[in-house]
């Protein structure tokens, strides 16, 4: 095992994969065919959406014959894909993104270095980038990447074959690696993350990089591989769809059985990009799937997500013909897997828990303020939440001074959101620094900015799906004192009611100028609120979690705990 993180050190009976492993998606009677004459069998494991979680954490679960089990943890994945390669000559283990980012408090403390050694260890052979590799900026990617005078960095290649320098349209990550297994057989993965990455994460650290097109990139570089005689290709790409009970011409199967087709920006993607692909491995959407999507020849053709946290790996069997060097489509099988706790757990993976999770432990105990109940995120992140009024009230008190930016309103998108707060039962509801770094980890600062009252309503419009953008409805969460009434009998940027808008039943006028607190990921027009980009007289101010922190200090005392806010500062109309 490699020597630890320098950093960290000045700071402070195995049970069957049967049980638990369905196969899906499969279409072909060649499954476990042995290698003999020009036939080779290989195997890809993948996974997806680790985000970070190295150790093993209560929250994570999933279903297993219909109940929530505990599932993921470092360790345990390790395990699971460690004997999953046993006896296979011919396997690699490739993930599809944000294996970094958005990470529990452990790995999120140490810039998720301890998720890289963590990957390392756990024998990753390549990824692609996906949208939270770019959350500390590129700068920060590069240097996860490389290492530095502390950190030995990834062991693997990231790929970003549709990144590229937009000034100069060259790629700034390698676009494809080439796994040579020896023996003439050679398998090429081409890495994407979504081209909507520009409008999720902070522009700052974006600056000068251009997301193109996920279809023209691959067939662009599968081109380029053909020529290189690799005929054999996979995309690993940071995006992804979802399982749906629908018929929709995609055999497409899930553990849980919920999905029998297939819906989402995968389906487009998957149905132009060139026949020269064999399998496609997908993230971002968090499910899990094995579908059936077919090429533009109509053939079928395998994508793949293995749901997200390491709670899930997939596992990809194909002939690989020696004579043509490409896969035989027919014969590509795959399967998901739970990984469930009830086998060892690795060693390797369990020292790096013990060396980070004490400082991480020891950082995050310090108790903040206390809490009367639980404050919770909604079910979806198309609905006003408690935990989400009460993150914005923060913000609002937070910069409401004149010398800290003088705010009247305060907005948050609900993915800035990423845990609940819970008050233990039986015990002091206390609060702690790691829960609180939890619920926002994405060390955004708090921007104080002019905006009119026209830029406002354009802003509560932009919470609708648009056109050739976001598909999804985003319910922007908002401080004490605002009020408006969304009316979902109307269609389009009419269901938000323009001459509903309030502050501290005042009507908002057009013309006028108010200043509001947001992150600066919406500050520069992040999930496609592009109309913050017109906000003048920009503040920052302290990271957003300091400021959710300090206000849970001041009014969550053990005396007078915090209680979750009421809702209904959004009037909805059905």
Known sequence: MKPRHKRLAAAGAAAALAATTLAVGAWSANAGQQSHGRDIDLQLLAINDFHGHVAAETSDTYPVDGVNVPAGGAEYLATHLEQAREGERYSTTVAAGDLIGASPFMSAIFDDEPAIESLNEMGVEVSSVGNHEFDAGFDELNRIIEGDEDFEGADFPYLGANVVDEATGKTVLDPYWVKDFGRGVKVGFIGMTLEGTGDIVSKSGIEGLEFLDEVETANKYAQELKRKGVNSIVVLLHEGGVPVAEDTGHECESLDGSGVGMSGPIVDIAENMTPLVDILVTGHTHQEYVCSVPDPKGNPRMVTSASSYGRVFT????????????????????????????????????????????????????????????????????????LGS?????????????????AEIALLNPGGVRDDLIHAEGVPGEVSYREVFDVQ??????????????????VLQQQLPIPGGRQTTLFMQVSEGFTYTWDKTKTGTDQIVADSLMLNGQPIVADQTYRVTTNSFLAEGGDSFTAFLGGTNKLFGELDVDAFEDYITEFGTAATPLEAPELGRVTIIK
């Open 390 to 406: 009460l993150i914005a009230d923060a913000q609002l008190w937070n910069t409401a001074s004149a010398d800290t930016g003088g």
């Open 441 to 458: 980890p994405f060390n955004n600062y708090v921007v104080t900015l002019d905006l009119t009252g026209e830029q406002l309503l354009q």
């Open 315 to 386: 596992q990809i069997d194909a002939t690989y013909d020696r004579r043509t060097k490409d896969i035989v489509r027919s014969s590509v099988t795959g399967s998901n897997t739970v990984v469930t706790r009830d086998v060892e757990a690795d060693g390797d993976q369990t020292d790096i828990i013990a060396e980070y999770g004490p400082a991480a432990e020891e950082a995050g105990g310090r108790v903040v303020g206390y809490l009367a109940e639980d404050i919770k995120r909604g079910a979806t992140r198309a609905e006003e939440f408690p």
